[in-house]
């Protein structure tokens, strides 16, 4: 596939995911933001959201596990590497017992020594909700 084939291509949509309290904990240990909007239910009923919410960036690391199930344009890849972000919005919080799910368009592509340059737009839709969770720009390498 060229390049110019894959830009404002939709990838497809994965599976979804429900994101549980005990993620949000684990979370929270591996980053030390224990937030009790994140880790205490009791508190979080009464709070803002009604109930405890996951981290955004929980819901941001979730790319490459959701993205994976997305079945890949390219058949003779060898790899793909994250390259960064270049914008990143957290738009919806996201209840602990919710699920996500993502979905991808490629924005950009083009050849670069190796392989492709991606950037693609993926929107972290949560279930039941119009607006999305997260949308982010994704800037991926890809090795052919």
Same mark, same amino acid.
């Given at each position: #596939?060229?390049? @110019?084939?894959?830009?404002?291509? &939709?990838? $497809?949509? =994965? &599976?979804?995911?429900?994101?549980? !309290?005990?993620?949000? &904990? %684990?979370?929270?240990?591996?980053?030390?933001? *224990? !937030?009790?909007?994140?880790?205490?239910?009791?508190? /979080?009923?009464?709070?803002?959201f $009604?109930?405890?919410?996951?981290?955004?960036?929980?819901?941001?690391?979730?790319?490459?596990?959701? @993205? =994976?199930?997305?079945?890949?344009?390219?058949? /003779?890849?060898? #790899?793909?590497? @994250?390259?960064?972000?270049? *914008?990143?919005?957290?738009?919806?919080?996201?209840?602990?017992? =919710?699920?996500?799910?993502?979905?991808v368009?490629?924005?950009?592509?083009? !050849?670069?020594?190796?392989?492709?340059?991606?950037?693609?737009?993926?929107?972290?839709?949560?279930? $039941?909700?119009?607006?999305?969770?997260?949308?982010?720009?994704? %800037?991926?390498?890809?090795?052919?």
């Open positions: #596939m060229e390049p @110019n084939d894959l830009a404002g291509r &939709d990838l $497809g949509t =994965s &599976d979804w995911f429900e994101i549980t !309290q005990e993620r949000v &904990d %684990l979370f929270a240990d591996a980053t030390g933001d *224990r !937030q009790w909007i994140h880790v205490d239910p009791e508190r /979080a009923f009464r709070g803002p $009604g109930s405890t919410i996951a981290h955004g960036y929980l819901t941001l690391s979730l790319l490459p596990f959701l @993205n =994976s199930q997305i079945p890949s344009p390219f058949e /003779a890849k060898k #790899m793909t590497i @994250n390259y960064g972000l270049d *914008r990143v919005r957290f738009i919806t919080p996201v209840p602990v017992g =919710s699920r996500v799910r993502s979905h368009r490629v924005l950009e592509a083009r !050849q670069v020594e190796g392989g492709l340059f991606i950037k693609s737009e993926v929107t972290v839709e949560l279930e $039941g909700s119009e607006k999305p969770a997260c949308v982010a720009e994704t %800037l991926s390498r890809v090795y052919v």
